[in-house]
C-alpha cells in the first residue's frame, strides 16, 4: 500500500500490437537472470545499471498518457528485464494501475514465477509467457536456465484462471525443431487459460546494444527466419487448436 515502493527501472515506452491489446504504456524494469543468446534488451541485464525510482513516479509518469492507452483499448505492461526480479515494485504498480482502471499486464519469463505471490497475479489482467524452449536441454544452452519453472509458473497461471498470451520466439538452429514445437503445442494446448500464441521471428535489432556494452553478440551470425519458416510453426500450433500470429 506504500506509494514509495522503489524499484529500478531502464525506461519505458509506449507500443501498439506487441505487448498486449490496444496501446500499451510499456514499463521496462532492470535485472534479469537469464542470459538468452538472442536477447534484444542487454541493457537491461543489471539491476546496477538502471534507475532507481518509486512506484509514485512511475504512476504519475503513466497518469499523463492515460487517456491516450485508455482511449485505444491499451493499458500497462511491465516487463524487462525481468519484473519478477523486483516483485515487491512490480507488484505494487500492478495495484496502482489496477485501482485506476487500467488494463495490466505482466511479460515474463516465468523462471521466477514463484515470487509471483497470489495478489500479485490477481492484479494481473494478462500474462505475457515467454516460453523459450520445449527441450529442456536447448532451454539450458539458450538461456542458461531451468525450463521447469516457466512450465510450473504455467500450470499455476491455468489454475488460476490468469488469462495468458504464450510467446515464442523462433531462432532458426535453436527453436524450429518440429519435435519441440510439437510438443510445447501439445503442453500449451492443455491450458485453459492461454488465448493465443504469438511466434516472433527473430531478429538482430540489438546488435548495436551489444557493441556498445562491449559485449559478444552470440547470434549475430545466426540467419532470421523466413515467412514460410515462421508459418509452418505457426501452423504446429494451430494443429493443436491454438491461435496462433
Same mark, same amino acid.
Given at each position: 500500500?506504500?506509494?514509495?515502493?522503489?524499484?529500478?527501472?531502464?525506461?519505458?515506452?509506449?507500443?501498439?500490437? +506487441?505487448?498486449?491489446?490496444?496501446?500499451?504504456?510499456?514499463?521496462?524494469?532492470?535485472?534479469?537472470?537469464?542470459?538468452?543468446?538472442?536477447?534484444?534488451?542487454?541493457?537491461?541485464?543489471?539491476?546496477?545499471? $538502471?534507475?532507481?525510482?518509486? +512506484?509514485?513516479?512511475?504512476?504519475?509518469?503513466? @497518469?499523463?498518457?492515460?487517456?491516450?492507452?485508455?482511449?485505444?483499448?491499451? $493499458?500497462?505492461?511491465?516487463?524487462?528485464? @525481468?519484473?519478477?526480479?523486483?516483485?515487491?515494485?512490480?507488484?505494487?504498480?500492478?495495484?496502482?494501475?489496477? @485501482?485506476?482502471?487500467?488494463?495490466?499486464?505482466?511479460?515474463?519469463?516465468?523462471?521466477?514465477?514463484?515470487?509471483?505471490?497470489?495478489?500479485?497475479?490477481?492484479?494481473?489482467?494478462? #500474462?505475457?509467457?515467454?516460453?523459450?524452449?520445449?527441450?529442456?536441454?536447448?532451454?539450458?544452452?539458450?538461456?542458461?536456465?531451468?525450463?521447469?519453472?516457466?512450465?510450473?509458473?504455467?500450470?499455476?497461471?491455468?489454475?488460476?484462471?490468469?488469462?495468458?498470451?504464450?510467446?515464442?520466439?523462433?531462432?532458426?538452429?535453436?527453436?524450429?525443431?518440429?519435435?519441440?514445437?510439437?510438443?510445447?503445442?501439445?503442453?500449451?494446448?492443455?491450458?485453459?487459460?492461454?488465448?493465443? +500464441?504469438? #511466434?516472433?521471428?527473430?531478429?538482430?535489432?540489438?546488435?548495436?546494444?551489444?557493441?556498445?556494452? $562491449? #559485449?559478444?553478440?552470440?547470434?549475430?551470425?545466426?540467419? +532470421?527466419?523466413?515467412?514460410?519458416?515462421? @508459418?509452418? #510453426?505457426?501452423?504446429?500450433?494451430?494443429?493443436?487448436?491454438?491461435?496462433?500470429?
Amino acid at each position: 500500500m506504500n506509494p514509495e515502493v522503489r524499484g529500478r527501472i531502464h525506461s519505458w515506452d509506449l507500443s501498439t500490437g +506487441v505487448d498486449g491489446p490496444g496501446t500499451r504504456f510499456v514499463l521496462f524494469v532492470s535485472g534479469c537472470p537469464l542470459r538468452c543468446l538472442y536477447c534484444a534488451n542487454p541493457d537491461t541485464w543489471h539491476m546496477r545499471d $538502471g534507475r532507481e525510482t518509486t +512506484v509514485g513516479e512511475v504512476m504519475a509518469e503513466i @497518469e499523463k498518457y492515460r487517456a491516450f492507452v485508455t482511449t485505444a483499448g491499451g $493499458g500497462v505492461t511491465v516487463t524487462g528485464g @525481468e519484473p519478477l526480479l523486483q516483485p515487491a515494485f512490480t507488484g505494487e504498480i500492478l495495484r496502482r494501475c489496477k @485501482e485506476a482502471g487500467l488494463h495490466t499486464a505482466l511479460d515474463t519469463s516465468g523462471f521466477l514465477g514463484a515470487r509471483a505471490s497470489d495478489e500479485l497475479l490477481s492484479r494481473t489482467d494478462l #500474462v505475457l509467457l515467454d516460453i523459450k524452449s520445449f527441450d529442456i536441454s536447448t532451454y539450458r544452452r539458450l538461456t542458461g536456465g531451468e525450463l521447469a519453472p516457466t512450465l510450473s509458473f504455467a500450470t499455476r497461471l491455468d489454475r488460476l484462471g490468469v488469462p495468458v498470451w504464450i510467446r515464442y520466439v523462433l531462432v532458426p538452429g535453436w527453436t524450429d525443431d518440429p519435435k519441440a514445437v510439437e510438443g510445447l503445442a501439445r503442453f500449451v494446448a492443455g491450458l485453459d487459460s492461454v488465448d493465443r +500464441v504469438d #511466434v516472433l521471428p527473430f531478429h538482430r535489432l540489438g546488435a548495436a546494444k551489444y557493441e556498445a556494452l $562491449g #559485449v559478444p553478440y552470440p547470434l549475430k551470425d545466426n540467419p +532470421v527466419p523466413t515467412p514460410e519458416l515462421a @508459418e509452418r #510453426v505457426r501452423g504446429l500450433f494451430r494443429a493443436h487448436g491454438l491461435s496462433a500470429y
